[in-house]
């Protein structure tokens, strides 16, 4: 089996470290993997997974519609059994890439994007937050399955979003402990 894994950046998010986690399980089972990355970032897991010898790709362009052809020449490419997205820019991006050629799109919802809560961040304008949501509605029909991490996940998007409840599956990231040494 071939999966190809798009994520924003291997930044120093939980769902990055998770993800990590993942790709040593998928590497451990013989599963072919392939990780396409939008962004380079000097923090974060990025040194351990090149270190590692994981199959990385780092976009060469910017911006939604480029990297989201460019993902379509990518999967064109490697023709992946699954094509695993995490992180909004990535899930939008690759359902944009499926209107360019056609894959099996599972999506990773890895928190509660539109709670009224984030209206009280300075930093996250009402324009931007329902033209997101807008965006993100209008195109959930590019996504085959979505896997939420928790129960509470999976209700906000389908009382948000309006995802039907067949197409969405909890799947609770189990991740390693962390060792690093108490600050």
Not at 59 to 65: E, M
Not at 69 to 97: G, M, Q, W
Request: positive net charge.
């Amino acid at each position: 089996m071939r999966i190809l894994y798009i994520i924003d950046s291997l930044g120093t998010g939980g769902a990055e470290r998770s993800s990590l986690d993942l790709w040593y399980f998928l590497r451990e089972q013989d599963i072919d993997l392939r990780i396409t990355v939008l962004e380079r970032r000097r923090e974060g897991i990025g040194h351990e997974v090149l270190s590692a010898g994981f199959n990385v790709t780092f976009l060469s362009s910017s911006g939604i519609a480029r990297q989201s052809a460019e993902i379509a020449r990518i999967v064109s490419d490697i023709k992946p059994d699954i094509v695993h997205s995490v992180l909004f820019k990535s899930n939008i991006r690759t359902r944009l890439a499926r209107l360019r050629t056609r894959f099996f799109h599972l999506e990773s919802l890895v928190n509660c994007s539109y709670d009224s809560v984030r209206l009280n961040d300075p930093h996250v304008p009402r324009s931007s937050f329902y033209f997101y949501w807008l965006v993100d509605r209008m195109s959930l029909f590019l996504v085959d399955h979505f896997h939420a991490i928790t129960e509470v996940v999976k209700e906000h998007y389908i009382a948000k979003l309006g995802v039907e409840k067949g197409r969405i599956s909890v799947v609770h990231r189990g991740r390693s402990e962390n060792n690093a040494p108490a600050i």
